[in-house]
């Protein structure tokens, strides 16, 4: 079992940048993807951005320029860094991982959430 563990989400003036982690730990043979989501309440979660075990990233075009994912591989932990935050940021953010385990089963797994609030 893996638990994903999230920090660094709040409340933020427009403009104004945070930088959320999200750590996982467990039986974890091998991470293939991570990556951020977002939800608004009565909204379908969105990808915000992810990262291969490769390096290669992908962004959501309404954070391009603005946000950045990175890695610990060590620690097995990704980051997502969110400069120049507008009102329209404010959401859950949630990590995923595809994590394959010890076991030999792969799937994907979210942390618990952070709450991004940004105000104008």
């Known amino acids: 079992q893996v638990q994903l563990v999230e920090s660094g989400g709040g409340l933020v003036q427009a403009g104004g940048s945070l930088r959320l982690s999200c750590e996982a730990s467990?039986?974890?043979?091998?991470?293939?993807?991570m990556g951020w989501y977002r939800q608004d309440p009565g909204k379908q979660r969105e990808l915000v951005a992810s990262?291969?075990?490769?390096?290669?990233?992908n962004y959501a075009d309404f954070v391009k320029g603005r946000f950045t994912i990175s890695t610990n591989n060590v620690k097995n932990t990704v980051f997502l860094q969110m400069n120049s935050l507008k009102p329209e940021d404010t959401a859950v953010y949630y990590c995923?991982?595809?994590?394959?385990?010890?076991?030999?089963?792969?799937?994907?797994?979210w942390g618990q959430g952070t709450q991004v609030t940004v105000s104008s």
């Open positions: 995923n991982f595809h994590i394959t385990y010890t076991s030999g089963s792969s799937y994907p797994t």
């Open positions: 990262v291969t075990s490769g390096g290669s990233t």
């Open positions: 467990g039986s974890i043979r091998r991470i293939n993807t």
